[in-house]
């Protein structure tokens, strides 16, 4: 084999891999529950849901890359997120969302009737939409 086959050869395996990697879909675990975690100036101190919580010793939070952040990092924000309790009943595992992920998972439009029927609708919008641009 020459040199160049080989070079070429690496060069698209190495193509092929970046582009599986940017294909990669994340999806919750299935014991999660989606809220809106509010992160005081002094965490481990937090609000889920506006209501008054706590983050366990040793919580992990990860970020939308699968990388642990660390909770000071995150003090004053408000985010969307999947969480998960320890037996003490604190918050021990957070995944951090965006917006369109929370809304997959339940977040956003979970529970009401009205918005999950808008969101229905949004997706049949999007998906007419991109059967266009196809037809064109």
Do not use: C
């Not at 690496?10 to 990697?21: E, N, T």
């Not at 320890?86 to 979970?110: F, M, R, T």
């Amino acid at each position: 084999m020459t040199r160049w086959t080989r070079t070429a050869l690496v060069g698209l395996s190495f193509a092929a891999s970046v582009a599986y990697a940017q294909t990669v879909v994340r999806e919750a675990p299935k014991d999660v529950k989606p809220g809106v975690i509010a992160v005081s100036a002094t965490p481990p101190l937090i609000a889920v849901d506006g209501k008054p919580d706590r983050l366990s010793p040793g919580a992990r939070v990860r970020d939308r890359n699968n990388m642990l952040v660390l909770s000071g990092a995150l003090a004053g924000k408000t985010l969307y997120t999947v969480y998960r309790r320890d037996s003490a009943g604190l918050v021990h595992e957070v995944w951090l969302l965006n917006e369109e992920e929370y809304a997959k998972v339940g977040g956003k439009y979970g529970g009401d009737a009205e918005g999950h029927k808008r969101f229905a609708e949004l997706l049949d919008a999007i998906w007419s939409l991109r059967s266009l641009a196809l037809l064109r």
